[in-house]
């Protein structure tokens, strides 16, 4: 079982990323998937998630409007579209699979 993320960096306020997460050795189309993110200093906390056929998402309060959690099940790949970032979204973005299994994490940097 593999979760690959990428697409962080750093980026100006008010400025978008989009990561992805890639994922094998397991069926992706049967689970539902979630992105976190810990900040520094900070505990871990739940960003998005996304049901096993996308038909249904939650996302954050503090995201949402900005964060959209999209998947394709086709590319076993599930994606974070981050928009109008602020310095608060600064943090390690992990992507989660709900049997324990978790990326390494991309850092998002978000600063002038």
């Known amino acids: 079982v593999q979760l690959v993320e990428s697409g962080g960096g750093l980026v100006q306020p008010g400025g978008s990323l989009r990561l992805s997460c890639a994922a094998s050795?397991?069926?992706?189309?049967?689970?539902?998937m979630s992105w976190y993110r810990r900040a520094p200093g900070k505990e871990r906390e739940l960003v998005a998630t996304i049901t096993s056929a996308g038909g249904s998402t939650n996302v954050l309060d503090s995201v949402k409007g900005r964060f959209t959690i999209s998947r394709d099940n086709a590319k076993n790949t599930v994606y974070l579209q981050m928009n109008s970032l602020t310095p608060e979204d600064t943090a390690v973005y992990y992507c989660?699979?709900?049997?324990?299994?978790w990326g390494q994490g991309t850092q998002v940097t978000v600063s002038s």
């Open positions: 989660a699979a709900p049997f324990g299994k």
């Open positions: 050795g397991f069926s992706f189309s049967r689970y539902a």
